[in-house]
Nanobody, 123 residues
Framework: QVQLVESGGGLVQAGGSLRLSCAAS????????LGWFRQAPGKEREFVAI????????SYADSVKGRFTISRDNTRNVVTLQMNSLKPEDTGVYYC????????????????WGQGTLVTVSP
């Protein structure tokens, strides 16, 4: 059974930073790619970032490249999203996600299991 618990959201001014964390309860965590999605008010959910099972490979949505960094700690079963230079358009609920198949790196197969954490960026 998969459990993903996000934390770290909050209110921040434009230009500021936040660090999101996702604590994962996944058997053989170190074999699965993980990622983040977000959903802004009134918009569809969108992919943000993915990290491979080793942590060595990452991929980002164009809108966050150069500002966000995804990483993972396989000793603690945690994936984090460091968000810098935040913009109002980064506002939304951020969700942690995990691939259903081990050793695959493809954002289209990520599945959301968490409840999300709200990020609000004020102008």
């Amino acid at each position: 059974q998969v459990q993903l618990v996000e934390s770290g959201g909050g209110l921040v001014q434009a230009g500021g930073s936040l660090r999101l964390s996702c604590a994962a309860s996944i058997h053989t965590f170190e074999r699965y790619a993980l990622g983040w999605f977000r959903q802004a008010p009134g918009k569809e959910r969108e992919f943000v970032a993915i990290v491979s099972w080793t942590g060595f490979r990452t991929s980002y949505a164009d809108s966050v490249k150069g500002r966000f960094t995804i990483s993972r700690d396989n000793t603690r079963n945690v994936v984090t999203l460091q968000m810098n230079s935040l913009k109002p358009e980064d506002t939304g609920v951020y969700y942690c996600a995990v691939d259903s198949l081990a050793l695959r790196f493809d954002p289209s197969f990520l599945e959301i299991w968490g409840q999300g954490t709200l990020v609000t960026v004020s102008p």
